[in-house]
Every structure is written in C-alpha cells, then in structure tokens.
C-alpha cells in the first residue's frame, strides 16, 4: 500500500457526482427520444394519444431512473452484479411457470402493477454477470479454457430459457452481447471460430426446435416476394414505404404507406420505415448517425474507466443498444429476417424503455465512477 | 504496483479489442446506410410506383345508358331509378337484429336472407351488401322514417333499363341483361366486369348496344390497407351513351300489336316507302322485356323457349314462309323483262299439264281467259305456270333478288334470316339434283323452295311502290342527349315527307332526308306502272281476290295481293273429293295467310307485309289487318291534316 496515493478512490459526494454526469449524452438520448415521439404523434395520424405523450412520459421517468441509476456508485453495481443477473433468471423461470400468453408466446409476467418482461431485465443482467466475471480474470485466466466454462454458463441458462418462451430473437440477442464481451474480454480469436463452426453445424439441429412461425418467418426472410400478401407482406410493404421515401421523404404525416396502413405495427418494430418514408434518406441517416454518436460515448467512456468491470459494463451496454438498432433497422429494410425488436428510444413500448434508460444509467455511473479502481479479486475483502 | 501492471495489459488487450468492435459496428451501420441510399434513391422510382398503385384505386362510373326513341321522341327504352336497400354491417353492429327489424317493414324469405347473411361474412365490413332492389316508393318512404331503428341499412339509387311499352316493342327493342361469362372474355371495354352491368342483348338494344353505352367514366381513390376508400382524388366523368331515334311511330306499333294480338301466331312490317324507315314490326306473341332486366326466373325462361309460338322470335325477320301468290308480282316484273306481252291472253281451264303431271289452279273450274293485269287481280295460277315455262326459273331468281328478296335486307336489327330464291345452280349445289321443270312452276306461284320474310315481302312492295330500291331500317339518327326534343323530332319527320316529295331539295336538308339516297331500280317504269295497275285491281276493281277488303275513304286506298302458302300438300284424291276448307282443319295443318299493299294507291307512302301462320287464306286472314294497319299509318300520318309548317310550329301530339 506504498503507492496508497497512486491508488485512490476517489469519493465523491451526491452534488459532485451530479455534475459528473454525462449531460452531453443524455442530451442525446432525449433527442432520440424526441423524434420517437415525432414519429408516434405522426403514427397516431397527427395525434399525441395513444403513443406520443405517454411515450413522452415514460421518457421522463425513465430519465429519473437513470439518474438515480447512475447516483450508485459503481461498486454497489459489482456487488450486486450476480444477485441481479440470479434475480433476472429467476423472473424468466417464473415466467416459464406462471407467465400469461401474449403474442404467441410467454414472455410477460405480473409484478404487482407490472407488466415485466423478464427477457429484457436478462438483457441488461447478462451483461452485468459476464463482466462481473471476466473482471476477476486475469491475463492468463483467459487463455485457459477451463475458465470459460463458467461464463458459457452464464450465457447458456438464459438463452435455453427465453428459447424456450419461445424469443428466438432475444436469446440471438443474449448471445451475441455476450459475445462481444467475451471478445472485448480478451478471449482468443480462435475460440470463437470454434464456436461458430459448431454453432453453424447446430443449425440443422437447431431447426428442427424452432416454431412453425419461426421457420416460416426465416423462409420468408429468404424469398419475400414469393408471398406479397402472407408472410413476405410486412417485409415487401415496408420496402415499398422506404423507397417510397426517396432522398428527402414524403413529410409528416404524408407518408401514404403508413397513414393508409400499408405499414403493419408502425408504431413499434417499424417505426423506423415510416420515419424513412416521412424523412426519406436524410432523415434516416440521420437517425444513424445519432445513434453512431451515442455509440461512440459509449466506447468513449468504456476507454476511460480505470476498471476492467466498468469498461466491460459500458462496452457491453453500448452493443446491445447497437444490437437492437442494427437488427431492427436491417429487418425493416429486409436485409434480417422479421424478429420483434424494437428501436431504441424511439419506438413504442414500456419495458423496452425502462430497460434502456436504466442500461444507460449504468453506463453514465461508469462514468461517473471512472477514477474508481475495483481490485481484480473482487471488493470487501482488501487484500 | 501488480495489480497496476495487470490493470495496465488488460487494458491494452481490452482498448485493442474495442477498436475492432467499433470498427465492425462501424462497418454495420455503413451496410445500412448503403442498404438505405439502395433503397431509397436507387430503387426510389421502383417502390414509388408500388406505392401508389398500393395507394390508388380506380373505380369505373358506369354512364347512363342512351335511350331509345321513337320517331316523335317518345322514350320507349328509358333508365329508372332502382331505388335498393343496402347494408354496411359495421355501421349495423349487430346485423341479425337489423334484418329482423328490417324484416318488419319489407318481408325478407328466409332464402333471400341466407343470400345476404353469406355476403356480409364474406365481404368485408364496410363493404354495403345489396339488401333487396326495386323497391317501390311505399317501402322507400317506409324504410326512410325508421331509419332510426335500422342502423346500417341506407337506400341507394341506381339506375335500370324499363320500358314502358312492355311486349309491344320487344322484338323491336329487345332487352338488356347481365353480362355472360363468354361475353366477359373477348370483351375489351372495362365496363363490362362491374358488377351488376347490363348489356343489350337482342333487338335494337343489341345491335346499337355500344354506341348506348357510352364510355366509363373513372372515379381515382385513395385506399388504405384492407380497401376502404379514404377519399376521392380525380373524378372523369365518362360519356353518356348516346340517345337513339327510331323510324318506329310508337302509336303506330302499339296498333300494330294490338290488331295482332286477335292471332296466335302472326307479323307484321309496316315502312316508309321512300326513307326505308321501319314505323312498326309486330310479332305475336311477344314476351315482356322487362322480365329479363330484372333478372328472369330460369321457369319463365324455358316456358318462353319452349312455347310452341315461339314469343322469343321476331317472325317479321326471322320467319321464312313461302310468299305464295304475293310473288307472282316478281314473276310478272320478269316476264315483262323477258319481253312477253302483257296482253297476251293464256286460257285458264283450271289446271295446266305438263307431261303427266297436272298442275292445279287454286279456282278449280278455271278463270277463262287471261292477260296479265286480270291473272294479277284474280291471282290465276295457270296463267303464271304458262308464263314461268317461257321466262324459266333463274330470270325469276334474278328479278327476285332486284326486289330484296331471298337476302337479308341489312335491317339494323340482329338475327334476320335471309330465306331461299331457288335457282337451277342452287337445287345443284343445295340439294345434289337437277332442276325439274315442274318445279318452276310450283316456284312461280310462290311455294315450293321460295322462302321470304315479311320483312323481305315488304321491302318487295316498297320497290314496286316506288321504283326505288329501299332497304329497311330503324335507327333515323343517333343523337347526343337532350338535344332533341319532340318538336324537333316533329319537324325531322315533316323533312322526311317533304324530302320524297322533292328529292333534291331532300338531298340537301341533311341526313334525315334519305329519300333521294336510293337508286332507281333496274326495271322500267313502264313494267312498274303495269304491275302497279294490277295491285291496284287486287283490292280496288271488282273481282280482285281483296275487293272486299279496300278502303273506302278517298285519298287513302290501298294497292295490293294476297297469297296463301301452303303448309301441307294437297292429294289427287282429296282434289276429288273437293279440297278440305282451311276452318275444318286442326290449326297447325291450315295455310298461312299472305298480304303485301302500299297505300295511298296513286301517291304510295307506305308498305306493308302480313303474315298470318296458319290463318287460311291471303285474302281473308291477312288483308284485313293489312288494311287495318295502312288506314291508322295515314289516319296517324303527321301531314295528313296539317302541312309541315303547322306541324313544326305545333305542341307535340298528346302521347303519354
């Protein structure tokens, strides 16, 4: 403890950390968040209800969540690390128990007033275990296989279940954030091919498993035009209405795909179409560059924590966010086939938000937390 | 310090490792904004399309059907409102309960309902769903006032075909119906495939049934998703089918069918001698067209096809009988061509022999001594079997078809059958056997092969009359709407008399005046003049076979010839024993009664033709109702009274 100095922790009251915070970012956030409810009031046919002012409001809160969210310091965070991510596959064995029917599948569960899904808590929960974990790895812990085996696990109990609800979509999501920390983590590029070859051979296997929905869903992703008025009709409609589009769009309100409700769940997955379609490529792009921008600070201040959990969290926070923002928008454009993700900040729907605003939380407390320095084998215990 | 140094490699493997993240998710977000620019400005002009053909939809607006008139301007196929009970079942919520209601006011058969409860499950909601059609205004006014208690149910005009003269015009009209699958697939005009589009389908309503039709006009809407009109973009009104005038006197044909009606089976042609003007055609029976434009149960329908009587066809064009005695004009007008002097006398003793075979005059004691005027008058056989014999068969042929028979004559008005003139090439060609001389004979006096139409008989009568060479027709003018009123329609028709009797002036007063259009016929005056006089004896001398039958009035007699056509050959013995009178005959075996006439005599206007099937003879069945029909044409005549100028200046006749 002779370079005590060198090693401090610096502590830091509730006012100073407040104006630690990020403001440029949640400046950014609210931004897209503004254009969500742009898009819903022009969805509602030029109407705040249904979507626009609860969207708004839902916003509001979720900012306070974040805030408060972001207040906690980042080692409260560490601990809690793995009681959140038990609590969150808890929720989803619960949901899998008693969860109601909705869209198909079980995906919602009641707590008292809320309607929970626990899938997106595992979203952000995942992401908190696996850099809770390869924060008391070392160098040398990493290149051993052996000490993957723990993570793997990790991974694979909530996939198995929120594959079973049946989410294909979601469980492809748990399982490519959790591959970008692994990778961010340090483990060897091989291992990966590894798994992706085995994972390539699973797919027959994996095939059989899937849902009838879920494999007309891939056929179809494959070959839209072979059914414009069954499955390919989302997908084709949704083309139609961007490239209806053009460079500079149709306006508000004018955009005739979504108005006459060519444009299935406009609101939600596709949201992104109709933004194109009223804004056309300039307001697409950017709508893109927005998000590249709330990115970057993401990547930004992963760099700049001075612990390795800190920077996993920000990391791994920042590419789900990227996730859902790439698979919906290459979906609506048909280049993915049509999974239910949403866009972030801008389409509608509670939980979604609520999971973002408080994942976004946790990366402005890294932030705010980034001189903290967490000892590689965990906190309590100072050795 | 360790732990820094660890800290340190982590962090370098770790900043490593995040700038190739960011370099894929960079690369990510790069394919979708190219994906994007693919999309929105390569493709633009692709998805652009689709999208307003996603967002535009055409409605065809069926035109008003042109209406047909008549001479004068009276409608005689016009469009009513169909006033119908329509039912959009949204706004009905709950539909049963609105039928029941419903049912309380207009009594709903528990079939008809099923129809509609099957359309409404299968059309979507907004989509109204035909309840009932023609209503009258009782149950109009009814539903209106408890329009309260019948949410979803409104009353929607349309239009439909009537005709007001019913059976009296239908083989001239004919009668619209919906449009037949065969008919849908060669048809190129689009209106065609709406829903509930009638077309004409026999008579008039056939023959001009495009230019009735008018164009469609197109309605641009926009719809959403499932169909429903959001709202009318452009509206292109179409054009109006235009409205046809006919040569048809209306109260003229009403007679006509009413002095038809006495008959079971009979027709008649009734035209204007110097314009070819059709002014009435009877057929009896005659079915109601109307039946067919509501939609004709499939019993009536087979009783109308199977009737014996045939009430579906137009006998006055379709018919073909064997114009008797009413040809022997024609053999006269060849004979006279042939050079044969008309006073030249040939003995009648009753009979004519050739080889062995005798050839019967219908006056089984004989008329004596003959010259051509008296075999005319008196309608001698003998004397047309010895003429036939010098002329021989292909020179009558000849003249036949100068006169308009054995052809169709073109009448604008579907289904005329041409009939036969028989000739030593045709029996060759037709029949594989070489002409008998005897059949000449036979053919002379009009039976045997020779096959006409009343129509064919009066256009026959109409050149004789008038040394013209007149072919029928109906339509006088196409018009566009509403420029016409009975007025004008008045004065074309004093044009039109004015016309024939100055030709030239005729020529250059307009269409109308078609008088001076047809050329003189090939025979001269002369021999017309002689066979002129000799109808003129038919009815006006004594012992002309239609003495009995001539009108009296001054100024309005007739010229004409009656025949009579067998149906059934008359044995040697029966000859013996004395021919059985037509009366004692079941009907189907007696003869068909023949007339033609033109009346006046010495100014000839009109023509006529009369067939009576089965009626008996020529002269008392069908000259009658001739004579009947040539006295109210000139009774009805619109210059009868008055001259032109009184009549253009005049308040339309009362018709209604």
């Known amino acids: 403890m002779s370079l005590a100095g060198f090693n401090r922790n610096p502590e830091l009251s509730l006012g100073q950390k407040f104006l630690q915070v990020n403001w440029g970012l949640i400046l950014l956030i609210a931004v897209l968040a503004a254009i969500g409810c742009v898009m819903l009031y022009s969805a509602a046919d030029g109407s705040m209800t249904p979507w626009a002012r609860r969207h708004a409001l839902r916003f509001g809160g979720g900012l306070v969540l974040l805030l408060v969210v972001a207040m906690f310091d980042i080692r409260f965070w560490f601990r809690w690390s793995y009681p959140i991510y038990l609590a969150g596959l808890l929720l989803l064995v619960a949901v899998e128990v008693m969860g109601t029917i909705g869209m198909g599948a079980q995906r919602w569960i009641q707590v008292g007033p809320l309607t929970l899904q626990p899938s997106e808590v595992m979203k952000v929960a995942i992401v908190m275990a696996l850099a809770r974990y390869f924060h008391g790895l070392s160098e040398e812990d990493i290149v051993r296989p052996t000490k993957l085996i723990g993570p793997l696990v990790l991974v694979a109990l909530p996939t198995v279940l929120v594959l079973k609800q049946p989410d294909l979509g979601t469980s492809l999501i748990l399982i490519m954030v959790s591959g970008v920390l692994f990778f961010a983590a340090g483990v060897r590029l091989w291992k990966f091919g590894v798994v992706a070859a085995l994972g390539a051979g699973a797919v027959p296997i994996a095939w059989q498993f899937l849902r009838d929905y879920q494999k007309q869903r891939v056929l179809t992703f494959l070959n839209p035009e072979s059914d414009p008025l069954g499955a390919g009709y989302h997908i084709l409609q949704s083309k139609i209405a961007l490239g209806a589009g053009g460079m500079f769009g149709k306006g508000l309100l004018e955009g005739s795909q979504s108005h006459l409700n060519f444009l299935p769940e406009k609101q939600t997955d596709f949201i992104f179409t109709m933004l194109a379609e009223e804004f056309g490529l300039i307001g697409g792009v950017a709508l893109l560059l927005l998000y590249a921008i709330v990115i970057l600070y993401g990547f930004a201040i992963a760099l ?68 903290i320095r967490i000892p590689r084998r965990g906190l309590g215990e100072e050795d | 310090m360790a732990l820094l140094n660890e800290d340190h490699s982590r962090f370098k493997t770790f900043s490593r490792r995040a700038a190739l993240l960011g370099g894929g998710k960079a690369l990510l977000f790069g394919a979708l904004a190219a994906r994007l620019y693919y999309l929105q400005v390569v493709e633009a002009d692709k998805y652009a399309t689709l999208a307003e053909d996603n967002r535009i939809s055409l409605r065809l607006l069926p035109p008003p059907r042109g209406r047909i008139l008549d001479r004068f301007g009276q409608p005689l196929a016009a469009n009513e409102q169909n006033y119908k009970v329509v039912l959009v079942a949204e706004q009905a919520k709950d539909v049963e309960r609105t039928l029941d209601r419903l049912g309380q006011i207009i009594e709903l058969k528990p079939g008809e309902r099923e129809r ?100 469609a006009g197109t309605s641009t809407i926009e719809v959403n998703a499932v169909g429903r009109t959001i709202r009318e973009l452009k509206r292109e009104e179409g054009t109006p089918g235009k409205d046809l005038v006919l040569t048809v006197d209306s109260q003229l044909q009403t007679y006509v069918q009413q002095r038809l009606s006495a008959e079971k089976s009979a027709s008649v042609v009734l035209m204007d001698i110097a314009t070819g003007g059709v002014l009435a055609l009877g057929s009896v029976p005659s079915f109601d067209p109307n039946a067919f434009n509501l939609g004709i149960s499939s019993a009536h329908w087979r009783n109308l096809l199977n009737d014996p009587l045939h009430p579906l066809t137009n006998k006055a064009t379709a018919g073909l009988y064997n114009p008797g005695s009413t040809y022997k004009m024609v053999v006269a007008l060849a004979a006279l061509e042939a050079g044969i002097d008309p006073a030249q006398e040939v003995y009648c003793p009753g009979h004519y022999k050739l080889g062995n075979a005798r050839f019967h005059c219908w006056k089984r004691y004989g008329h004596g001594k003959m010259d051509m005027h008296a075999a005319i008058k008196e309608s001698c056989d003998v004397y047309f079997y010895d003429v036939s014999r010098k002329v021989g068969v292909d020179k009558i042929a000849e003249m036949s078809r100068r006169l308009g028979l054995g052809d169709e004559t073109g009448l604008d008005l579907p289904g005329e059958r041409g009939g036969t003139i028989p000739t030593k090439a045709w029996k060759r060609a037709q029949i594989g056997e070489p002409w008998q001389g005897g059949e000449t004979l036979v053919t002379a006096i009009g039976q045997g092969f020779v096959l006409t139409s009343p129509l064919q008989l009066a256009v026959m009568t109409a050149r004789i009359a008038g040394g013209h060479a007149v072919t029928p027709h109906f339509a006088r003018d196409l018009q566009p709407r509403g420029d016409d009123g009975p007025k004008a329609q008045a004065v074309d028709a004093a044009q039109e008399v004015a016309a024939k009797r100055d030709p030239a002036a005729a020529a250059e007063a307009g269409p109308a005046a078609r008088a001076g259009l047809f050329p003189k016929l090939d025979i001269p005056d002369a021999h017309l003049r002689l066979i002129r006089d ?40 029966e000859r013996r024993q004395g021919v059985i009178d037509n009366e004692d005959l079941p009907w189907r075996r007696r003869d068909h009664g023949l007339y033609v006439a033109y009346a006046p005599v010495h100014a000839p206007r009109y023509a006529v033709a009369v067939v009576v099937e089965h009626g008996g003879g020529g002269s008392s069945a069908a000259a009658p109702i001739g004579r009947d029909v040539l006295t109210e044409a000139q009774r009805l005549d619109p210059l009868a009274n008055d001259s032109p100028e009184q009549i253009a200046g005049a308040a339309p006749r009362g018709r209604s």
């Open chain 1, 304 to 371: 700049r924590a001075r612990n390795q959990y800190g920077r996993l969290l920000a990391i791994g926070l920042t590419a789900n966010l990227f996730l859902y923002v790439f698979i919906n928008i290459a979906m609506v454009m048909g280049l993915i086939p049509v999974v239910g993700v949403p866009l972030p900040l801008v389409s509608y729907g509670g939980t979604a938000m609520l999971a973002i605003m408080i994942s976004f939380g946790l990366v402005i407390s890294v932030y705010v937390h980034r001189d």
């Open chain 2, 116 to 215: 509609i409860m099957t359309e409404v499950r299968k059309k979507r909601a907004f989509v109204p769903v035909t309840v009932r059609e023609y209503l009258d205004w009782k149950a109009v006014s009814r539903i209106e006032v408890n329009a309260p208690d019948l949410p979803g149910i409104s009353i929607d005009v349309g239009q439909t075909r009537a005709y007001p003269y019913g059976a009296q015009m239908a083989h001239v009209l004919g009668y619209v119906a919906a449009v037949s699958e065969a008919e849908l697939k060669d048809a190129e005009d689009p209106l065609l495939e709406l829903p509930g589009f009638k077309i004409g389908k026999n008579g008039l309503e056939k023959e001009y049934d495009e230019k009735l039709r008018g164009t």
């Open chain 2, 534 to 573: 000799a109808m003129d004896a038919v009815v006006n001398e004594q012992g002309g076979t239609a003495y009995g039958k001539r009108i009296t009035r001054d100024g309005w007699a007739m010229a004409g010839k009656t025949g009579t056509s067998q149906v059934r050959r008359i044995t040697m013995a």
